[in-house]
């Protein structure tokens, strides 16, 4: 899916209104609609329910003023809140002149707010993408008696005081959504950390936008679902044999992390892979042999930590980091890695802590090589702390772009920045996935897709994040959030793989 700007989301409005030759009072109207049809369905209104409607004195007013009409007809309870302003758009004056004359129009003042008491929800209809300041004055005070309130709060479109695609001035109101009912694409604010506290649950409500003045507008920042991935893994053909799927090298663990190394290889073989050889400080031998029977063991010399690279040549992808620690030796094997590779290259944890360490060696990066830091790891790989996501996210495609490489940002939304510039949110995961080991079986995973010879690095790269997410989706119900470990996400790999797979 589309993250379109503020921008384009209008163009996109009036592209279906020209297409479908409707007036933007129907899109109003069904915009509308489908938040009246959430309200009664999901969110279970009843007849008893306390709701009220806040509009500003915009067409997101304009949609609060159809949703206040809708369940008024329908016999709610409805209590109807207009913010003051000099100017209203056009749909807005339009759909005022159509409330019944039974649904009473009150006026929000300084001292008349709408009263809150226990299981009150509130619509939030004050401002949507067409917001171009913080808020201030009666909409924020406005904001601020319904944040400090109890009340269950729906936000049509997006929370009101909230840019769509940028950070607001600090301590600027920003309505708390406990939901956010958005049209059709979600927005990019919605994925950013940042936000979490604003938006809320947020759902996408299809209005019938036009598909294909969609796939005509040029965006760079996309949704990734797993619709759009279906296809992307090639089956494995019936005539198939281990050389198809590739060799893959995976260089990890020191003492006391040769987990990190089990978990990564048993990923790496559960996505497929044709063969695997893992390269463990001699401590770990004994331990991957029992652990991950199918894969080959190579240990390095030395007892502690790798000392030494192995002769490449075999590999079809060659994956580095988890538990690895950062042993000057260790860095020397990750420099003479980074000089000799042919082959793409997966790098995480402490080889990213190295690369950060000693920057010079970024420029040895082979093209095409898939970075899997968390934002601590992006911000010693760059050396510099974010202002803010959106400056974080700019980092990421800087970084991409200077390197030539595919750099993640690990998150509850993945980030994964191309050397194009474009970039790919992952729709998969669930916040059980934030323990020990997670991290670790990512790796594995993508360099099992990196080491497929039928599959490009931008595909490996988007199938790989979004498998990883849905394992862990999949074994949620058999854990528990709080008992999901990262050997559980190994186990479901498989069949989170086999949903994307080529019919
Ligand atoms: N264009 C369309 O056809 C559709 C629009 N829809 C709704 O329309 C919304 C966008 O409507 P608009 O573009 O009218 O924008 P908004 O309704 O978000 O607000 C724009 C109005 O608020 C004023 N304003 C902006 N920031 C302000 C601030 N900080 N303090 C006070 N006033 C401020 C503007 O001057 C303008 O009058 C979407 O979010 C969505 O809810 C939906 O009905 C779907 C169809
Ligand atoms: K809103």
Same mark, same amino acid.
């Given at each position: 899916?589309?993250?379109?700007?503020?921008?384009?989301?209008?163009?996109?409005?009036?592209? %279906?209104?020209?297409?479908?030759?409707?007036?933007?009072?129907?899109? #109003? /109207?069904?915009?509308?609609?489908?938040?009246?049809?959430?309200?009664?369905?999901?969110?279970?209104?009843?007849?008893?329910?306390?709701?009220?409607?806040?509009?500003?004195?915009?067409?997101?007013?304009?949609? =609060?003023?159809?949703?206040?009409?809708?369940?008024?007809?329908? =016999?709610?309870?409805?209590?109807?809140?207009?913010? *003051?302003?000099?100017?209203? $758009?056009?749909?807005?004056?339009?759909?005022?002149?159509?409330? *019944?004359?039974?649904?009473?129009?009150?006026?929000?003042?300084?001292?008349?707010?709408?009263?809150?008491?226990?299981?009150?929800?509130?619509?939030?209809?004050?401002?949507?993408?067409?917001?171009?300041?913080?808020?201030?004055?009666?909409?924020?005070?406005?904001?601020?008696?319904?944040?400090? $309130?109890?009340?269950?709060?729906?936000?049509?479109?997006?929370? $009101?005081?909230?840019?769509?695609?940028?950070?607001?001035?600090?301590?600027?109101?920003? #309505?708390?959504?406990?939901?956010?009912?958005?049209?059709?694409?979600?927005?990019?604010?919605?994925?950013? *950390?940042?936000?979490?506290?604003?938006?809320?649950?947020?759902?996408?409500?299809?209005?019938?936008?036009?598909?294909?003045?969609?796939?005509?507008?040029?965006?760079?920042?996309?949704?990734?679902?797993?619709?759009?991935?279906?296809?992307?893994?090639?089956?494995?053909?019936?005539?198939?044999?281990?050389?198809?799927?590739?060799?893959?090298?995976?260089?990890?663990?020191?003492?006391?992390?040769?987990?990190?190394?089990?978990?990564?290889?048993?990923?790496?073989?559960?996505?497929?892979?044709?063969? #695997?050889?893992?390269?463990?400080?001699?401590?770990?031998?004994?331990?991957?042999?029992?652990?991950?029977?199918?894969?080959?063991?190579?240990?390095?010399?030395?007892?502690?930590?790798?000392?030494?690279?192995?002769?490449?040549?075999?590999?079809?992808?060659? =994956?580095?980091? *988890? =538990?690895?620690?950062?042993?000057?030796?260790?860095?020397?094997?990750?420099?003479?890695?980074? /000089?000799?590779?042919?082959?793409?290259?997966?790098?995480?944890?402490?080889?990213?802590?190295?690369?950060?360490?000693?920057?010079?060696?970024?420029?040895?990066?082979?093209?095409?090589?898939?970075?899997?830091?968390?934002?601590?790891?992006? /911000?010693?790989?760059?050396?510099?702390?974010?202002?803010?996501?959106?400056?974080?996210?700019?980092?990421?495609?800087?970084?991409?772009?200077?390197?030539?490489?595919?750099?993640?940002?690990?998150?509850?939304? %993945?980030?994964?920045?191309?050397?194009?510039?474009?970039?790919?949110?992952?729709?998969?995961?669930?916040?059980? #996935?934030? $323990?020990?080991?997670?991290?670790?079986?990512?790796?594995?995973?993508?360099?099992?897709?990196?080491?497929?010879?039928?599959?490009?690095?931008?595909?490996?790269?988007?199938?790989?994040?979004?498998?990883?997410?849905?394992?862990?989706?999949?074994?949620?119900?058999?854990?528990?959030?709080?008992?999901?470990?990262?050997?559980?996400?190994?186990?479901?790999?498989?069949?989170?793989?086999? /949903?994307?797979?080529?019919?």
């Amino acid at each position: 899916m589309k993250l379109l700007s503020a921008a384009q989301t209008r163009a996109l409005d009036q592209a %279906t209104i020209q297409a479908q030759h409707i007036t933007s009072a129907d899109l #109003m /109207e069904r915009a509308a609609g489908a938040v009246t049809n959430w309200l009664l369905d999901e969110l279970l209104l009843d007849y008893d329910t306390e709701i009220q409607v806040c509009c500003g004195p915009g067409n997101n007013g304009g949609d =609060g003023l159809v949703v206040a009409r809708q369940l008024h007809r329908a =016999g709610y309870p409805v209590q109807l809140w207009l913010l *003051p302003a000099a100017r209203h $758009s056009t749909d807005f004056t339009h759909q005022k002149q159509q409330l *019944p004359t039974g649904l009473a129009v009150r006026q929000i003042a300084p001292d008349n707010l709408p009263t809150i008491t226990a299981g009150t929800v509130v619509v939030d209809a004050l401002f949507g993408t067409g917001l171009s300041r913080p808020l201030e004055g009666l909409a924020a005070a406005l904001v601020r008696h319904l944040n400090d $309130s109890d009340a269950t709060v729906v936000a049509v479109d997006i929370p $009101s005081g909230l840019y769509a695609d940028a950070t607001q001035p600090a301590d600027s109101a920003v #309505m708390r959504a406990t939901y956010t009912l958005s049209f059709e694409l979600p927005k990019l604010a919605f994925l950013l *950390p940042q936000n979490a506290s604003f938006v809320g649950d947020w759902r996408l409500l299809p209005i019938g936008l036009d598909a294909q003045a969609i796939q005509n507008m040029a965006c760079a920042i996309h949704f990734v679902t797993a619709d759009e991935l279906r296809g992307r893994l090639p089956k494995r053909p019936k005539f198939s044999h281990k050389g198809t799927f590739g060799h893959a090298l995976l260089l990890a663990g020191s003492k006391g992390k040769i987990g990190a190394a089990v978990l990564a290889t048993q990923a790496c073989l559960r996505a497929g892979v044709g063969l #695997m050889t893992t390269r463990v400080p001699a401590v770990g031998y004994d331990i991957l042999q029992i652990s991950a029977p199918e894969a080959m063991c190579l240990a390095d010399p030395a007892t502690d930590f790798l000392t030494e690279l192995p002769d490449l040549t075999p590999y079809a992808a060659v =994956g580095i980091g *988890p =538990g690895l620690g950062q042993h000057d030796d260790t860095r020397a094997v990750l420099r003479q890695l980074l /000089e000799t590779a042919q082959v793409p290259l997966i790098i995480d944890a402490d080889a990213l802590n190295l690369l950060g360490a000693q920057p010079e060696l970024q420029q040895l990066l082979p093209p095409d090589s898939l970075l899997t830091p968390h934002p601590k790891e992006f /911000e010693r790989l760059v050396g510099e702390p974010a202002r803010d996501d959106y400056h974080r996210l700019d980092q990421l495609r800087n970084f991409a772009g200077r390197t030539g490489c595919y750099c993640v940002l690990k998150g509850a939304y %993945t980030a994964l920045a191309a050397p194009d510039g474009a970039l790919y949110f992952n729709s998969t995961g669930n916040p059980g #996935m934030a $323990s020990g080991g997670s991290g670790d079986v990512l790796t594995g995973l993508l360099l099992a897709l990196r080491a497929h010879q039928g599959i490009s690095p931008l595909a490996a790269a988007l199938v790989g994040l979004h498998a990883h997410g849905r394992a862990a989706d999949l074994a949620l119900p058999h854990t528990g959030h709080a008992g999901l470990l990262a050997s559980d996400i190994v186990r479901f790999i498989g069949p989170a793989l086999e /949903e994307l797979m080529d019919e």
